[in-house]
């Protein structure tokens, strides 16, 4: 029996600041994601701190994953594909707190962005549609 959406999988695309990870970036960031499960071994982790370029070059990533993964792009890798679940560990590679990692993808210092937390968050009003821009 063939599946029906209750709506059109275009309309995740619509969400302003959300990226919706689906079958397509799950394919395009296999590699990525790779790389990223390596970072739960002590020695892997220690072998990306000595030489980070080359130990991405063990993976088949696009070479604008690897450019991100070394500029802790963390927004630019989930636009290419990459899944918050599996980024978090480059940055805990990297010591940083959960609360950084957010925070590096919005804009805020670590202390903002908890201040704006524990503030009751970004409002939910304004911006809903990107196509309709209200």
């Known amino acids: 029996m063939p599946r029906t959406r209750l709506y059109s999988l275009d309309e995740l695309d619509d969400i302003p600041g959300t990226k919706v990870f689906r079958a397509r970036e799950s394919r395009q960031a296999y590699h990525l994601h ?5 970072l739960m071994k002590a020695e892997n982790r220690e072998a990306f701190k000595a030489d980070e370029r080359a130990y991405l070059d063990q993976y088949a990533m696009s070479e604008e994953q690897k ?8 927004t630019k890798l989930i636009q290419l ?9 480059i940055a805990s590679t ?20 908890a201040q704006m937390m ?8 304004g911006l809903r549609s990107i196509r309709n821009k209200n």
Do not use: T
Not at 34 to 38: L, V
Not at 67 to 74: G, H, Y
Not at 94 to 113: F, R
């Open 34 to 38: 790779k790389f990223c499960m390596s």
């Open 67 to 74: 450019e991100a993964v070394l500029e802790r792009n963390l």
């Open 81 to 89: 594909g990459g899944n918050m679940y599996f980024l978090v560990k």
């Open 94 to 113: 990297d010591g940083w707190s959960a609360q950084k990692a957010v925070s590096s993808m919005s804009g805020m210092s670590a202390e903002e962005y």
């Open 118 to 125: 524990l503030a009751g968050g970004r409002s939910p009003e």
